[in-house]
């Protein structure tokens, strides 16, 4: 497979996809955040100072997905058709999941990556007070479909 983001004198460049298809796209992305039982205990009771943790790391993942062209150089500004971040308690955290979607001729892995990166990054900013080893893992792209490459599915 070739790489198409250098131009003919193997500099960066933003590839050109004014030719390719419309097609219906999404991507599905994870992360988890790992705390320990008494910070995850005050997330879920709604006991952090700074607020609604999960509310507020929604907004912010949202947020990202529909900026990430203003984050990661090489990303198509890319006009969403939808964007949703949902959360799973878990024994050792809370597991992010976000679902992006457009209609476009690029995909919208990236945002959706992005999308759980932010959120997590913004449980840890609301509660780096109480626990500042918080570990955010496992950020991958679980699933995708549309475009030329086809639909992908994360198999560990």
Known sequence: ?????????????????????????????TALVKMNDETLRKVKNGDIRKGNVLAVAQVAG???????????????????TGADITFDFESNGIRIISTVKCKGETGVEMEALHAVTVSALTIYDMCKAIQKDIEITDIHLVSKTGGKSGDFTYKR
Not at 8 to 25: C, F, H, P, W
Not at 62 to 80: D, E, G, R
């Open 1 to 29: 497979m070739e790489f198409t983001h250098f131009n003919d004198q193997g500099l960066a460049r933003m590839v050109d996809i004014s030719e390719k298809n419309v097609t219906y796209r999404t991507a599905v992305a």
């Open 62 to 80: 949202i947020m990202a997905a529909k900026n990430t062209a203003f984050t990661i150089p090489m990303c198509h500004q890319i006009s969403l």
